[in-house]
């Protein structure tokens, strides 16, 4: 079954904890926490204090999607906020690998991204040492942007290398998920669909999470 994960940069940031509960109860299998930093993307957004203080509200993954320059620098402080996944930008870290070990050694999942205008060879070494891949379908930044169609051929490589290489990692997709992108994205290999406005824009949550679910099926 296809996981959907709420991002909460649509949500109310005033009601955090609320809107964290409402989809948690809705049916989420992860809570998506985007993390910006105004240097990697024009756009600053989350630090560890307001994760550590959404933990204790849910008993959800905090799945954290680091958008930030130096992310080997506040790995730590993410992990003992709570993170249940840690994912980073490859454009962000020269020394991928080393930054993938330093996720694992505080014993927290890894995860690796690639925005839209990155190649998937850029990250086929570290594949073996992920469990998450995570493909943006949309610029890294905002919320509410529109669906980039031709990443779903990189979305398609990724599978297709981790039935070749016996791997198990999941693969996400991230930015303009809705009721019209969704299948796209499951029919090339995601696991775990993120959507922030398609899910917290509404005020029926479990309707929309249901519908996305629903057209999400393969
Ligand atoms: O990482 C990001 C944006 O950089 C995302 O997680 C967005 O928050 C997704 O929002 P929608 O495109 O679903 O509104
Ligand atoms: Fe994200």
Same mark, same amino acid.
């Given at each position: 079954m296809t996981k959907l994960a709420p991002s909460?940069?649509?949500?109310?940031f005033s009601q955090l904890a609320r809107e964290i509960d409402d989809v948690e109860k809705a049916g989420a299998d992860y809570i998506h926490v985007d993390v910006m930093d105004g240097h990697f993307v024009p756009n600053i957004t989350i630090g560890p204090l307001i994760a550590e203080s959404i933990k204790p509200h849910t008993q959800l993954p905090l799945d954290v999607h680091l958008m930030i320059e130096n992310p080997d620098q506040y790995i730590p402080a993410f992990v003992d906020a709570g993170a249940s996944i840690i994912t980073v930008h490859q454009e962000t870290t020269p020394h991928l690998h080393r930054t993938i070990q330093l996720i694992k050694h505080h014993e927290v999942k890894a995860g690796v991204v690639i925005n839209p205008a990155t190649p998937a060879e850029m990250i086929r070494d570290i594949l073996h040492d992920v469990d998450l891949v995570l493909i943006m379908t949309v610029n890294p930044g905002f919320g509410g942007q529109s669906f980039i169609p031709r990443t779903i051929e990189k979305l398609e490589q990724i599978a297709r290398w981790r039935n070749a290489y016996g791997l198990s990692f999941e693969i996400e997709v991230d930015g303009g998920i809705n009721t019209e992108t969704a299948k796209s994205c499951t029919e090339a290999g995601a696991d775990v669909l993120v959507a922030g406005s398609a899910i917290f824009?509404? =005020? =029926?949550r479990r309707k929309a999470m249901e519908a996305i679910r629903r057209s999400a099926q393969v």
């Open positions: 909460i940069l649509s949500a109310d824009k509404h =005020d =029926d």
